[in-house]
């Protein structure tokens, strides 16, 4: 698989300017199809580190709205509990989400919120109810 990214797509970090983000744009080389792949990692609120949820979400929201690609996928850990919280609304072709917990946080508010703004949506809980697993 690494090897026919590497020969197949022209690879660039396109962002590392914020702690816990890693953006990598893919172009492919015969057709230029391009998607973007967003890693990150917002610690634990109570952590020292995972106090500024609104800066990390934010540059978040500028990084989907500055790369011009086909597609854009975003994963990793945002520490976010979000409970029963609705994470979409508008999209008639998703699935309910199984939840697993009914537990809430500061930055899962913050997450929904995110969501919002961008029109996504959380998969986990929503299409392979066996290998669901927290959000």
Partial sequence: MRKDIIENF?????????????AVKFV?????YTF???SCYLPPEYSKWGRDNTSFFN???MLLYRFDSDMTIIAGDVNS???????????ESVPSRQILEETKNQHGNAFIEFLREV???????????????YT
């Fill in 10 to 22: 022209y690879t660039n970090i396109v962002d590392k300017d914020y702690d816990g983000i890693l």
């Fill in 36 to 38: 973007v792949v967003i």
């Fill in 119 to 133: 029109n996504c949506c959380i998969l986990n809980g929503r299409f392979d109810i066996s290998r669901n697993a």
């Fill in 81 to 91: 509990r979000i409970g029963n919280m609705i994470d979409c609304t508008g999209i």
């Fill in 59 to 61: 540059h978040l929201i």
């Fill in 28 to 32: 492919n080389k015969k057709t230029e």
